[in-house]
């Protein structure tokens, strides 16, 4: 079992739709989670990251975190063609100064 | 902003050549790490350092040595190049702390032939 799971899409919205992407992790020990968004031939850039139960809000992203079934989300409002995009989850031990990465979601937005 | 600084943006190299990659931080950040991407594979971590002179093995560093002289440089070291090291690299930064996101640099594309 991988330490962080993706899906690995692709996942298609159409534009204006809410796109859901989702990561599952096994490490109970893990604290803090990262949301990345990959370009193609592109590296990383962070989006958000969250630590505490519940959501977080940063413009169209929101971040959901619920340790308790050691699942994160990050959903997408008003999907712009321009999100399309890889989205990579990740997920650090307070105790750890490694970021262990999920595969990564593919997402599509059609024009 | 942060600026992690990859000294190439692609490269290529015979099998058995010795190389060097060079990433630069201007932020003072303490943790630097060097990771691999492939497809299929993910982000996987080749080695990090958490102060001068300090490093870690990560998930993957056989053929793979590192050298942190200085806080803002963190150099990846292929010893013996081979064709399965061909990849993509990634060097990244972050302060020490709970919600310290990697920065990473524009990426190395290298080829070994």
């Known amino acids: 079992q991988k330490e962080v799971e993706q899906n690995s899409g692709p996942l298609s919205v159409p534009e204006g739709a809410i796109a859901s992407l989702n990561c599952t992790y096994s490490?109970?020990?893990?604290?803090?989670f990262f949301w990345y968004r990959q370009y193609s031939g592109k590296s990383p850039e962070l989006i958000m990251f969250?630590?505490?139960?519940g959501d977080k809000e940063d413009g169209r992203f929101t971040a959901q975190l619920n340790k308790a079934s050691q699942y994160v989300s990050l959903l997408i409002r008003d999907s712009q063609p321009s999100d399309s995009a890889t989205y990579l989850c990740?997920?650090?031990?307070?105790?750890?100064?490694?970021?262990?990465f999920g595969s990564g979601t593919r997402l599509l937005v059609r024009p | 902003d942060v600026k992690v600084t990859q000294s190439s943006r692609y490269l290529v190299k015979r099998t058995g050549e010795k190389v060097f990659l060079e990433c630069v931080q201007d932020?003072?950040?303490?943790?630097m790490f060097w990771y691999r991407q492939d497809p299929g594979l993910g982000l996987r971590l080749i080695y990090f350092?958490?102060?001068?002179?300090?490093?870690e093995k990560g998930d993957i560093p056989e053929g793979y040595s590192v050298s942190r002289e200085k806080k803002e440089r963190f150099s990846l070291i292929l010893e013996s190049a081979s064709t399965n090291q061909t990849s993509m690299y990634l060097c990244?930064?972050?302060?020490?702390?709970?919600?310290?996101?990697?920065?990473f640099g524009n990426g190395t594309r290298l080829t070994v032939t």
């Open positions: 990244a930064s972050s302060l020490s702390g709970m919600g310290s996101p990697l920065h």
């Open positions: 490490d109970r020990g893990s604290q803090s």
């Open positions: 969250i630590y505490s139960n």
């Open positions: 990740a997920a650090r031990r307070d105790s750890s100064y490694k970021l262990i």
């Open positions: 932020m003072d950040h303490e943790n």
């Open positions: 350092s958490y102060d001068v002179k300090m490093k």
